[in-house]
């Protein structure tokens, strides 16, 4: 009998609880599609990154699972105080308690093992989706098929058995003390409200707003590139981290309650249209579910903090393709080896053009003096890296770039985009070369800089007849070819040109100096690896939180939409229009799930403001990262915005059943 209760119990709160089991059945089927991309032999062998994204996946579905536990758990404790009173009533009819709570744990397991069935087939498509996502992105010739393995089959059902073995057991113990009186009354009776009186709410909002000002203001103050190496930062940042979870929930718990009170004072804000009808209704919730506004809040932070992170990678990886790698093959190396890297080179690829240059030491080193970042060392004396200015222009003729002019008194500094505003580095006006020709600087550049030009982060240009006299350290050839290279050359070159990439140092010990060949093949792989990864990783978080954030206040409208139905019947029968109704419904929908936005949005764009810091010297400009953050917002908004959606429709059909 029990048995067939809890199937139709099941079927009916499938029914009830549709936006909570699609969430499920998602997070599970996301599970499953990473589970078997990461375990896929085929993935694997697209790229040597790709080997550590299987270890990666486990430690990261350690945080996802916590997070769909809480869900479950939120949403089985919420069913269960809803129901408390249908158990209640079966106890006073003589069943056992310890019947009743198996029947719950039952229903709870069966819809748990339809959201995981159901899962299996949607993360398998999803997996094939992913697959050619990563083809694409590591520029692959061909599609891969991702193929079903038993061990993606194990660990979703662990990850189920471990979730829902702590759900039951939770809800087991909560069954357990509950009396038959409890549970009659379990469903009347309010959370209690946090916050004692409006000066302990005032008090606990103005000093979380604090904590949360220090935090951002000790956030912005250690992640800068010049503290970087400091090696209190990873303990500045955790203080940070728990000062912004503090100010979190602070102000969740005290925002709601503090709004209202604005609004029940001002009468004429009170008594307009139907906002005395909204703020009664939201009463409750602000008063009473600070703490679950805190969690959603906090979950929310770390979405769209997740979601702006890929962003920012993203556009870093593809600035430093740009930036290591300009020409399909660049290689530095004795001037009589270079022509053997163009032979391997040729024997599989149709080469457009290429350049070889020299690089010049100028002992004088009036540059490395004041920035000692890389030293060049010949007869262990240091020396700045020099370059003909026909050089530097050929080399910009190859990439389609403007070419640069010189008088032949005057030089010019190309530099990495980090050190352009380096106080000493600004102060030289004027050098005077190891071959005594003195040069006045025209500019310092930034635009077209590669490190690869001189090994260096600069090198200083000058006009060609002004390196006569200066010696020459090495030697550079640049190519461009027809065909995308790949990581293959790379290989080829280090097997057929070991002896050129080799020697032996003076303590006998082989050195192999392949860093000297860069194939931008090799680069674009391992750059598109890395991108994958954080991107999948972080969105793939951002996802799970925001699903999570979107059904628990889902939920708990739903639970209103049918807890207050005679609130509708009421202002329906006082002819309040069903147009009207509804539009009191979005309003008051709105504001359940605007609320715990507002402050992670602030502070999102502070800790995204701050870590731009870091990566600005790896994007095309300073403030690409507001483009970052508005789309990121927008993705987020997107997602939120069908839950809201979603949510008002169930509402909007709850209430025509009255």
């Known amino acids: 009998m029990l048995g067939k209760l809890a199937v139709r119990n099941v079927k009916r709160s499938a029914r009830d609880y549709v936006i909570y089991l699609i969430t499920i059945i998602i997070s599970f089927s996301l599970i499953f599609a990473l589970n078997l991309i990461s375990t896929s032999e085929a993935v694997m062998e697209l790229s040597q990154g790709l080997t550590y994204f299987q270890y990666i996946m486990y430690g990261i579905n350690v945080i996802v699972l916590g997070v769909i536990c809480f869900l479950i758990n939120y949403t089985t404790k919420f069913i269960f105080e809803k129901r408390s009173k249908e158990f209640g009533m079966y106890a006073l009819l003589g069943i056992k308690k310890r019947k009743i709570n198996k029947m719950f744990l039952l229903e709870n397991l069966l819809l748990g093992f339809v959201a995981l069935l159901v899962s299996m087939p949607i993360g398998f498509?999803?997996?094939?989706?992913?697959?050619?996502?990563?083809?694409?992105?590591?520029?692959?010739?061909?599609?891969?098929?991702?193929?079903?393995?038993?061990?993606?089959?194990?660990?979703?059902?662990?990850?189920?058995?471990?979730?829902?073995?702590?759900?039951?057991?939770?809800?087991?113990?909560?069954?357990?003390?509950?009396?038959?009186?409890?549970?009659?009354?379990?469903?009347?009776?309010?959370?209690?409200?946090?916050?004692?009186?409006?000066?302990?709410?005032?008090?606990?909002?103005?000093?979380?707003?604090?904590?949360?000002?220090?935090?951002?203001?000790?956030?912005?103050?250690k992640l800068k590139p010049e503290v970087l190496q400091d090696s209190s930062i990873m303990n500045t940042v955790l203080i940070c981290f728990v000062l912004l979870i503090i100010s979190i929930y602070g102000v969740m718990i005290s925002v709601g309650d503090f709004i209202l009170s604005v609004v029940l004072k001002n009468k004429k804000i009170k008594y307009s249209k139907d906002n005395l009808f909204i703020a009664r209704t939201f009463s409750a919730k602000a008063k009473t579910l600070g703490f679950v506004f805190g969690t959603l809040s906090m979950l929310i932070t770390l979405s769209i903090l997740f979601l702006n992170i890929s962003s920012l990678n993203k556009g870093a990886y593809d600035y430093k393709i740009e930036l290591d790698s300009p020409y399909d093959v660049s290689v530095s190396d004795k001037k009589e080896n270079l022509n053997d890297y163009l032979k391997v080179i040729k024997e599989d690829y149709t080469i457009k053009n290429d350049f070889i240059y020299d690089?010049?030491?100028?002992?004088?080193?009036?540059?490395?003096?004041?920035?000692?970042?890389?030293?060049?060392?010949?007869?262990?004396?240091?020396?700045?890296?020099?370059?003909?200015?026909?050089?530097?222009?050929?080399?910009?003729?190859?990439?389609?770039?403007?070419?640069?002019?010189?008088?032949?008194?005057?030089?010019?500094?190309?530099?990495?985009?980090?050190?352009?505003?380096?106080?000493?580095?600004?102060?030289?006006?004027?050098?005077?070369?190891?071959?005594g020709i003195e040069l006045n600087r025209k500019e310092i550049m930034t635009k077209n800089f590669f490190p690869r030009l001189s090994n260096t982060d600069y090198?200083?240009?000058?006009?060609?007849?002004?390196?006569?006299?200066?010696?020459?350290?090495?030697?550079?050839?640049?190519?461009?070819?027809?065909?995308?290279?790949?990581?293959?050359?790379?290989?080829?070159?280090?097997?057929?040109?070991?002896?050129?990439?080799?020697?032996?140092?003076?303590?006998?010990?082989?050195?192999?100096?392949?860093?000297?060949?860069?194939?931008?093949?090799?680069?674009?792989?391992?750059?598109?690896?890395?991108?994958?990864?954080?991107?999948?990783?972080?969105?793939?978080?951002?996802?799970?939180?925001?699903?999570?954030?979107?059904?628990?206040?889902?939920?708990?409208?739903?639970?209103?939409?049918?807890?207050?139905?005679?609130?509708?019947?009421?202002?329906?029968?006082?002819?309040?229009?069903?147009?009207?109704?509804?539009?009191?419904?979005?309003?008051?929908?709105?504001?359940?799930?605007?609320?715990?936005?507002?402050?992670?949005?602030?502070l999102n764009f502070c800790l995204i403001t701050s870590i731009n810091n870091i990566y600005k010297i790896m994007l095309d400009s300073n403030t690409i990262y507001l483009s970052y953050f508005i789309g990121t917002l927008v993705e987020f908004l997107v997602i939120y915005a069908i839950y809201y959606i979603a949510t008002y429709f169930s509402f909007k059909r709850n209430i025509k059943e009255v």
Not at 176 to 194: A, F, G, P, T, Y
Not at 369 to 392: G, M, N, Q, T
Not at 475 to 483: A, Q
């Open 125 to 221: 498509a999803i997996s094939q989706f992913l697959s050619i996502f990563i083809v694409r992105l590591l520029e692959w010739p061909q599609a891969i098929f991702i193929e079903l393995n038993l061990k993606s089959f194990i660990l979703l059902f662990i990850y189920f058995a471990l979730i829902y073995l702590l759900v039951l057991w939770r809800a087991n113990r909560r069954m357990k003390k509950s009396s038959i009186h409890d549970l009659l009354n379990l469903e009347k009776q309010n959370e209690k409200k946090i916050t004692k009186s409006k000066k302990h709410r005032n008090i606990i909002f103005l000093l979380s707003i604090t904590l949360g000002i220090i935090a951002l203001f000790l956030w912005n103050l």
């Open 359 to 435: 690089v010049y030491q100028d002992r004088n080193a009036k540059y490395l003096k004041v920035f000692p970042v890389y030293e060049y060392k010949s007869d262990e004396k240091k020396y700045d890296a020099v370059i003909k200015l026909s050089d530097y222009n050929k080399l910009l003729e190859l990439r389609g770039k403007d070419k640069i002019t010189l008088k032949n008194n005057e030089y010019s500094v190309v530099v990495y985009f980090k050190h352009k505003n380096d106080e000493s580095f600004n102060e030289i006006n004027k050098i005077t070369l190891s071959n």
């Open 459 to 602: 090198t200083i240009i000058v006009p060609d007849m002004s390196v006569n006299g200066l010696e020459t350290n090495e030697s550079h050839l640049v190519v461009n070819t027809v065909e995308k290279t790949k990581t293959e050359l790379k290989e080829k070159i280090k097997t057929k040109l070991k002896d050129h990439l080799t020697y032996i140092d003076e303590d006998g010990k082989t050195v192999n100096t392949s860093y000297n060949v860069m194939v931008k093949g090799e680069l674009i792989e391992e750059t598109n690896t890395m991108v994958m990864i954080i991107s999948t990783i972080c969105i793939y978080m951002a996802f799970i939180f925001i699903a999570s954030v979107g059904t628990i206040i889902a939920i708990q409208s739903l639970s209103d939409s049918n807890k207050y139905k005679y609130r509708y019947k009421v202002l329906s029968n006082l002819g309040v229009r069903d147009d009207n109704l509804y539009k009191t419904v979005r309003k008051q929908l709105l504001i359940l799930f605007g609320i715990p936005i507002i402050y992670p949005i602030i």
